[in-house]
């Protein structure tokens, strides 16, 4: 079965400081993981994935990500936060390409970034 | 490049009711796959078509059914509305790559 966890609902952060949010997976076989970002009254926005390769990914807006195949995890990260960041943040999983396409999303993170 | 697109933006149901929301996918997209998120939750996969055929189902009853259409544009249907069916529904695209999804169908049920 596959899953994902964010352990932390909010995030607070000051502009300027570096963020983290956190997330673990669980899968049967190789993960791919994805980081989506939710504005309010808003879809899900693309973020960055990981598919194979290196274990630090960059992606949009100048977030980058993480990923530890020993401790299952896969944190996003930005060095300098801004205010405009603030949103409701989704970790997904799914297992190898094979079979649907479908993602497993965490319950999400709230960041709050603050001036 | 024209984004995902959802139809409607709102919609209020009573119970009992049926509804039908769609999606028009990115432009290039054969793939269209149909989550609900309820308030304060992560998206939750309903299923998904790939090129109109039903490609993989999540933990949803039969009373959701969706098609898929030649130009990959897609329907989510509902049948005998439930209050627990309130939710945004977001609808994703995509063509062997990350899912674009559109804003979503805010959906009440009274």
């Known amino acids: 079965a596959q899953s994902v966890a964010q352990p932390e609902d909010q995030v607070n952060v000051a502009e300027g400081n570096p963020l983290t949010v956190k997330c673990t997976y669980s899968v049967s076989g190789n993960p791919y993981l994805f980081w989506y970002v939710q504005y309010p009254n808003r879809g899900l926005q693309f973020l960055l994935k990981?598919?194979?390769?290196?274990?630090l990914v960059k992606g949009s807006y100048g977030f980058e990500a993480e990923f530890n195949k020993s401790q299952t995890s896969f944190h996003l990260k930005k060095p300098s936060a801004l205010v405009s960041d603030s949103a409701l943040y989704f970790c997904?999983?799914?297992?190898?390409?094979?079979?649907?396409?479908?993602?497993?999303f965490g319950t999400g993170t709230r960041l709050t970034v603050i001036p | 490049e024209t984004g995902v697109t959802q139809s409607p933006t709102h919609l209020i149901k009573t119970r009992g009711q049926q509804v039908t929301l769609r999606c028009s996918s990115q432009s290039g997209h054969n793939t269209v796959s149909w989550y609900q998120q309820a308030l304060g939750q992560g998206p939750q996969f309903i299923f998904q078509?790939?090129?109109?055929?039903?490609?993989g189902r999540g933990n949803f009853p039969p009373r959701f059914s969706g098609l898929q259409f030649p130009n990959y544009s897609s329907e989510l249907n509902v049948n005998a509305l439930e209050l627990d069916d309130s939710a945004l529904y977001l609808c994703?695209?995509?063509?062997?790559?990350?899912?674009?999804f559109g804003p979503g169908t805010r959906l009440t049920v009274l």
């Open positions: 997904a999983v799914r297992d190898e390409p094979a079979g649907a396409n479908n993602l497993f």
């Open positions: 078509y790939y090129r109109e055929e039903e490609n």
């Open positions: 990981y598919i194979t390769g290196d274990n």
């Open positions: 994703a695209s995509s063509l062997q790559g990350p899912q674009f």
